[in-house]
């Protein structure tokens, strides 16, 4: 199991589209020694180099400032983009909006978000279209017999409706 990571396309990636060019720009910079070493743990943590490690981490950063309640967070999969304050990828957010209707009202009120949150994750997922179809994809690929042999320990359940219990005497 695969999942876009938002360095991918750290150096194609412009509001109007992707470029039909790959091009970067070398900037030096200096880091407190101390911030130095965490990058270096963090770039050898992800099988990185310190300058992907550092694109990586400018680019999330900027993606940071663009967009209300982004976040960038580690997941078995990779780096992922996310919203603040809550446990789903933007792509799960809109797997959820696919689900309803494309409504991000309803999606607003099953997650008890404020609709700016919805909205945030749509316009995340308008920019950045191939990083989030392509989580979609993987997630439409995955049926339960590749997860069982990723996790032979995983079942197999349908979700029924709760009944209310009865009170225990």
Known sequence: YKCY????????????????TKRSTVLSMRLPVES???LKRMANRHGW?????????VEEG???SEFAFLDF???PVGRQACIQGSTLAIWEVMLLLRSHGDDPAAIARHLRWPEA?????VHYAEAF??????????????????LKRMLPQAIEFAATKNTPRKARS
Request: hydrophobic letters at 25%; glycine letters at 6%.
């Open 129 to 146: 279209p191939t990083e989030i179809e392509e989580a979609l994809s993987e997630y439409d690929a995955t049926d339960f017999k590749t």
């Open 62 to 64: 900027l993606r940071r």
């Open 49 to 57: 180099t310190s300058s992907d490690a550092s694109a990586r981490l």
């Open 117 to 121: 949150k919805v909205g945030a994750a």
């Open 36 to 38: 130095g070493r965490r």
């Open 5 to 20: 990571n938002s360095y991918n396309d750290y150096n194609t990636y412009e509001w109007k589209g992707p470029m039909k």
């Open 73 to 75: 967070r580690d997941s």
